[in-house]
């Protein structure tokens, strides 16, 4: 299906339509869209894509969610067996432990700072992320003639709404 072609074949018929009925094709354009041509059908077999994909997406958020999830617990066990590692290094008092497939070394680490509550950081320790204010330059551009240079306007695009019957 090319929607191109499609579309320019639909236009086509209302076309001749209009240049049959003038004032009176609105009132019949619906019904002479859907028995004259694929026009209906063609919505229908995009919207089974969109139904289709959107399932997918469903599924890969679910999905990605388990992943997150059992990422979460493998990395926990990856750092309880190797917390057990170096519990069982330091019982038998060894630094080093050489194996076929690894050697693991324990040496001394360094004291690490951990901020346990970030309201009470005081301001000078803290970063500020800048971020574009889109509701703000809206607002403030909305009606415009001249726009500076770091901001241009769009031509207004069609939205589509689909509602579930």
Known sequence: MNPTIEATNIKRAV?????????????????????????????????EGIANDAGMVTGIKERKADLDTRQKRLEARIDAQKGAIVMLMQAGQQSKVELPEVTYSLRDGKPKLVVVDADAVPREYQREKLETDKALINKAFENAKNLPNWLTLEPAKPILTGRKT
């Open 15 to 47: 076309d001749w339509l209009v240049s049959q009925c003038g004032d009176d094709a609105s009132d019949m354009l619906p019904d002479f869209l859907e028995g004259e041509t694929d026009l209906h059908k063609l919505i229908s077999r995009l919207h």
